[in-house]
């Protein structure tokens, strides 16, 4: 592990503001030395057979299931999710770690016919060198199995550079995957800023391929620096979700749903519903037990078993997501709740509801990663899909309706990576890939088959036994007769 660094910073307790360790603020230097020494250990890493591979990441799975306890309630301190969900991001490594260990023994190409008497062909997947991991700070322990592990089995070594917010749970999980036996350099770890360590890492040149989840904004920066050396860049972006409620919905459920979506990790998921496109013959009834729902919802310290709502990850977050409530407020909007931070220590933001939003409102198109929500009032189904597309992002989306063929034109029509059907914009499962379309991404997926494609390169295997030259589309070819 590289901890070279002078300088340092703090990871910080989001509900208390107090100081949980000291962290190494690694520089260009410490990257670089990071990347040689991954460098050095992919030689040895990629020849490793694949099963042996996943047999480290079940070890790292079963270790991921013991120390639950602990690791949740460490992120209940360093990132602030509350006990449940702090153990539900903590399980989604542990199956992710278990799903791509099983890879170990699959990574499928294709055998496929030659054209050609006595030649054989087939496409394996070749590890790509070292990945450049750079993470965000909501889902410490999940984030970085989506993208360490499935890079791993497939033979590519590391260079993590965890968000600056919670790099003791990243220490913690690279702690982890060696005490599971990962072999020494495979994976190195940088700590501290985006424009520092995580800015070197993306320009490297011995770094192919940058795996990066983040807001869109720095999602541009690293597509752009990345671009001198042409490297393979995967971006998981930013959402601005959507749950539409029809005229025939379930009311209760969609709030139920609603309330999960919205306020749940206090509204710091990529997949939170910022946005809810209401039909006009529930709205007045969903306005009103979304609010009493909303007001209902236990705040509190993360760690207390009853609380629901926890603080956000910062000051500046709790700035930022006030700074749109005033936007709101000056745009027309009506405030149903919320609205303002709760007194006292840490970074705490009520839950907040807003109605009558128009879907052009910067409320409804910008993403504002709090405990802010939209309500859009619509008279069909065709403005309710309208206004769910009219953003530039395409994370997920959501519909509750009984109506079958609604359900199925809004699987057709709504313009986003992940759609859920009678259940809010979260809860994926790491069996099936993960992302988004327009400007959430670049087109890659996260997990499922899907992010092996991020970190491997196919190569096409042509064996030729017939022991003579055969030439491809010319000797297997009738040739046109000619005239003369
Ligand atoms: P962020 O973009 O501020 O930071 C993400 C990471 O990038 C951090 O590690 C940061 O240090 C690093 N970074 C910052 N500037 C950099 C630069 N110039 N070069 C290289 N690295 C740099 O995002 P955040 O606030 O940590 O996370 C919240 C964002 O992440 C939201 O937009 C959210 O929607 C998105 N997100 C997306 C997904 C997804 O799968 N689509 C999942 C979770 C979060």
């Given at each position: 592990m590289v901890r070279m660094a002078a300088a340092t910073f703090e990871s910080l307790n989001p509900s208390t503001g107090e100081v949980i360790e000291t962290f190494p603020r690694s520089t260009a230097a410490d990257v670089d030395r990071?990347?040689?020494?991954?460098?050095?250990?992919?030689?040895?890493?990629r020849l490793v057979p694949a099963p042996e591979r996943g047999n480290i990441l079940f070890r790292f799975a079963q270790l991921l299931e013991q120390r639950k306890p602990e690791?949740?309630?460490?992120?209940?301190?360093?990132?602030?999710?509350?006990?449940?969900?702090?153990?539900?991001?903590?399980?989604?490594?542990i199956d992710m770690s278990y799903y791509m260990g099983g890879e170990g023994r699959r990574l499928f190409g294709h055998t496929t016919p030659s054209e050609l008497r006595d030649?054989?062909?087939?496409?394996?997947?070749?590890?790509?060198?070292?990945?450049?991991?750079?993470?965000?700070?909501?889902?410490?322990?999940?984030?970085?199995?989506?993208?360490?592990?499935?890079?791993?089995?497939?033979?590519?070594?590391?260079?993590?550079?965890?968000?600056?917010?919670?790099?003791?749970?990243?220490?913690?999980?690279?702690?982890?995957?060696?005490?599971?036996?990962?072999?020494?350099?495979?994976v190195q770890i940088v700590h501290g800023f985006g424009e520092e360590a995580g800015d070197a890492l993306v320009r490297h040149p011995d770094v192919p391929v940058i795996t990066f989840t983040g807001s869109r904004e720095t999602g541009v920066l690293v597509t752009k620096n990345a671009a001198d050396e042409l490297k393979h860049v995967h971006l998981e972006l930013g959402g601005k979700n959507g749950i539409i409620v029809m005229d025939d919905a379930d009311v209760d459920l969609a709030v139920e749903g609603i309330l999960w979506s919205a306020f749940g990790t206090a509204g710091q998921r990529c997949t939170a519903a910022s946005r809810v496109i209401v039909h006009r013959a529930v709205y007045?009834?969903?306005?009103?037990?979304?609010?009493?729902?909303?007001?209902?919802?236990?705040?509190?310290?993360?760690?207390?078993?009853?609380?629901?709502?926890?603080?956000?990850?910062?000051?500046?977050?709790?700035?930022?997501?006030?700074?749109?409530?005033?936007?709101?407020?000056?745009?027309?909007?009506?405030?149903?709740?919320?609205?303002?931070?709760?007194?006292?220590?840490?970074?705490?933001?009520?839950?907040?509801?807003?109605?009558?939003?128009?879907?052009?409102?910067?409320?409804?198109?910008?993403?504002?990663?709090?405990?802010?929500?939209?309500?859009?009032?619509?008279?069909?189904?065709?403005?309710?899909?309208?206004?769910?597309?009219?953003?530039?992002?395409g994370l997920s989306s959501s519909i509750f309706t009984r109506d079958v063929n609604k359900a199925f034109k809004a699987m057709r029509d709504l313009q986003t990576g992940i759609t859920y059907i009678n259940a809010?914009?979260?809860?994926?499962?790491?069996?099936?890939?993960?992302?988004?379309?327009?400007?959430?991404?670049?087109?890659?997926?996260?997990?499922?088959?899907?992010?092996?494609?991020?970190?491997?390169?196919?190569?096409?295997?042509?064996?030729?036994?017939?022991?003579?030259?055969?030439?491809?589309?010319?000797?297997?070819?009738?040739?046109?007769v000619s005239d003369t």
């Open positions: 990071a990347v040689a020494i991954a460098r050095a250990a992919w030689e040895e890493w690791l949740s309630d460490l992120m209940t301190r360093e990132m602030g999710k509350v006990k449940a969900e702090a153990g539900g991001d903590v399980q989604e490594a030649k054989f062909m087939m496409s394996v997947r070749m590890p790509v060198g070292v990945v450049g991991a750079i993470t965000p700070w909501n889902f410490p322990i999940a984030i970085p199995a989506w993208k360490l592990t499935p890079a791993l089995v497939c033979g590519n070594t590391v260079v993590l550079k965890p968000a600056e917010d919670t790099p003791l749970l990243a220490q913690r999980f690279v702690e982890l995957l060696y005490e599971a036996g990962l072999p020494e350099g495979v007045e009834e969903l306005q009103r037990k979304l609010v009493a729902g909303a007001e209902k919802m236990r705040i509190g310290a993360p760690w207390e078993d009853d609380t629901q709502i926890g603080p956000v990850i910062n000051e500046t977050a709790v700035e930022k997501i006030h700074s749109y409530t005033e936007i709101g407020k000056s745009e027309g909007a009506k405030l149903l709740t919320g609205g303002e931070r709760v007194e006292g220590h840490g970074f705490y933001y009520r839950p907040t509801v807003f109605a009558d939003v128009d879907a052009q409102m910067r409320i409804a198109q910008e993403e504002i990663f709090g405990p802010t929500t939209a309500l859009i009032p619509v008279d069909s189904f065709e403005e309710a899909v309208y206004a769910a597309n009219s953003v530039k992002y809010g914009t979260t809860g994926a499962e790491v069996h099936l890939p993960f992302g988004g379309m327009k400007q959430t991404g670049n087109g890659h997926r996260e997990a499922g088959q899907a992010a092996l494609d991020v970190f491997t390169e196919w190569k096409s295997v042509y064996v030729d036994y017939s022991g003579k030259l055969q030439r491809a589309q010319i000797d297997n070819v009738e040739q046109p």
